[in-house]
Structure formats: structure tokens, C-alpha cells
């Protein structure tokens, strides 16, 4: 496991998702993403891109840290949805993942499809290999459970596979959980990341949340959307 992004600096639905400019190779990532508490239960799931620059992180795993900090990297959405009697774990194993990329300057169109069920391990293996007696995450976190498809569609040249343009949108969507879309753009251009856990704590301050008591810490959390991946 490696942490993808520091709280509060994921992207959501119709937010831009950023590439690096060095990166000449690179794909979206179609992934369910779990909320888990800080006691290691898992709560909820909803849907994310972990972006990919493939080029860089094909050359070290000491390159991770290079592709996975950087603005707009990371998108989760379009909602949280709890787990109830109608909603579990099992549905999450069960579920089918969708990628659509649309071009915006050639016109350009993939589609894709990933099958939970093809997953080498139980989603709930990995969230025990991510929190537990050896790391504790006490505002909790979100956990990508890792895809089976990844685009190789020829768009530029014949044999040169699938890589990103400026301006793709892409859409990940299920039946459970909706749809999440961003548009790709260079994580220098777009909107800098400033709203962190203090400001967080400054906007709950000034609507009196904090002195009521109304908001605990696993709310907070909660909010605070920091995400880990496999």
C-alpha cells in the first residue's frame, strides 16, 4: 500500500484531474473506492480515477511519489454511498466498472469495462493490509481497490496505444454508484489546491460546529477525503 494523496486534495465530480507535463504516456485509472473508519470498518464506497502516468511510474517504484502528489491527481466521486441492507461489501464484489473517454480535439472515443469479480484479492484483505496493530489511520481513509482494465486503444499511431490529450473527458460510472466525470487538463493550470485541514477547521469554527459539539472527529475525517491505494 502507498498513500496517493494527503487529505483534502482529492478533485470531485466535474473538477479537473491534472497531468504532469514530463508524462508523455498516460491513462485514467477506473477504481470503487472504499470509506473506512479509523477502527478499520468499512462504511461506504463510491468511485474514483487514480491517475496514471504510465511512462514515469513504469520506470521505478521509487518514481510513485512524482506522479501521485501532484495537483488533481487524484478524483473521487460523485457521492458516498453507505452500506445498508441493499448496498454491502458483496455488491462491491460483484459490481462493474465503466471507463468512457471522450476526445476533445480529434474526436476520439474509448470505452471499457472492469469486473470486480476478477479482483486477486477481497477487498477486505486490503483494507486489513492497509489499517491495523502496524498503521492506524485516526480520521480514517479511502482505500482504491485497483482496476482490471487498462485502455490500449491505438489513438495517436497504429501500435501506439491509448494516451491522454488535454481536454479528455472521463467518465467512470457503475449502476450503484453513479458516475464520476473530469475533464484532463496540466496539473500547473489547473485550480491550485489551498483548502486544507486548517481552513477546514477555520470554516467550522466560524458557523459555531465546533463549540456546539454537532461535529466529531470522525466527521471531520470524513470530510478530509485523503486517500490510500494497492
Not at 478533485?11 to 473506492?33: C, H, K, M, R, Y
Not at 473508519?37 to 511510474?57: H, P, Q
Not at 480514517?140 to 487498462?150: I, P, R, Y
Not at 485550480?191 to 459539539?213: C, K
Request: aromatic letters at 6%; hydrophobic letters at 40%; proline letters at 3%.
Amino acid at each position: 500500500m502507498f498513500l496517493k494523496s494527503q487529505p483534502m486534495s482529492s478533485v470531485g465530480f466535474g473538477d479537473d484531474v491534472g497531468l504532469l507535463a514530463a508524462s508523455t504516456w498516460n491513462n485514467p485509472e477506473q477504481e470503487i473506492v472504499l470509506a473506512v473508519n479509523s477502527k478499520g470498518t468499512v462504511t461506504g464506497a463510491t468511485l474514483g480515477n487514480d491517475v496514471n502516468l504510465r511512462d514515469i511510474e513504469g520506470c521505478s517504484a521509487l518514481l510513485l511519489g512524482k506522479c501521485k502528489g501532484n495537483n488533481g491527481s487524484c478524483a473521487i466521486g460523485p457521492f458516498v454511498r453507505l452500506f445498508d441492507g441493499e448496498f454491502t461489501l458483496d455488491s462491491v464484489r460483484r459490481a462493474t466498472v465503466a471507463l468512457r473517454v471522450e476526445g476533445f480535439d480529434d474526436g476520439f472515443l474509448l470505452e471499457g469495462v472492469s469486473h470486480m469479480s476478477e479482483i486477486s484479492r477481497a477487498p477486505a484483505d486490503l483494507v486489513a493490509q492497509t489499517c491495523g496493530r502496524h498503521h492506524q489511520y485516526p480520521d480514517g481513509f479511502m482505500l482504491f481497490l485497483g482496476t482490471m482494465f487498462s485502455p490500449i486503444k491505438d489513438r495517436d499511431a497504429e501500435g501506439g496505444g491509448f494516451t491522454h490529450h488535454l481536454g479528455d473527458i472521463v467518465t467512470i460510472s457503475t449502476s450503484q454508484l453513479g458516475a464520476l466525470s473530469n475533464t484532463v487538463q496540466p496539473c500547473t493550470e489547473i485550480t491550485p489546491w489551498t483548502f486544507g485541514v486548517r481552513s477546514l477547521y477555520a470554516n467550522l469554527a466560524a458557523r459555531g460546529l465546533l463549540a456546539s459539539g454537532t461535529i466529531d472527529r470522525e466527521v471531520v475525517g470524513a470530510c478530509q477525503m485523503g486517500a490510500t491505494t494497492n
